[in-house]
């Protein structure tokens, strides 16, 4: 196998896995569209570091191989900046009512 192979048997590989990952993270984000919507009515900041500690608590204790735990942490911190986004332009939307 030729390295040019072998590079696009591991994207076919990553690309499987990239299609099961995004119907889950779409799902997350509409749930994160409703945490936005209850926050908005309550009043309540998009940000909440202590939800946040928690999540990559766990993660780190759920992710079996530990040298990926850093990488793991990094997309979350992602996860969470862009649940944030989405959050806060509810928030905006609905304080502009
Ligand atoms: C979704 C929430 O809002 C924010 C986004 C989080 C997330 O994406 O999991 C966690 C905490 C909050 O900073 C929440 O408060 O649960």
Request: hydrophobic share 45%.
């Amino acid at each position: 196998m030729t390295e040019n192979d072998a590079l696009n048997q591991l994207r076919q590989q990553l690309n499987a896995l990239d299609a099961q990952l995004i119907p889950l993270l779409e799902q997350r984000l509409a749930v994160v569209q409703q945490v936005g919507n209850v926050k908005a009515a309550a009043g309540l900041p998009a940000n909440d570091p202590q939800r946040e500690q928690v999540i990559i608590e766990r993660l780190a204790q759920q992710v079996t191989e530990k040298t990926f735990t850093p990488a793991m942490t990094q997309i979350y911190q992602g996860i969470f900046a862009a649940a944030k986004d989405m959050e806060r332009v509810i928030i905006k939307q609905e304080e502009a009512k």
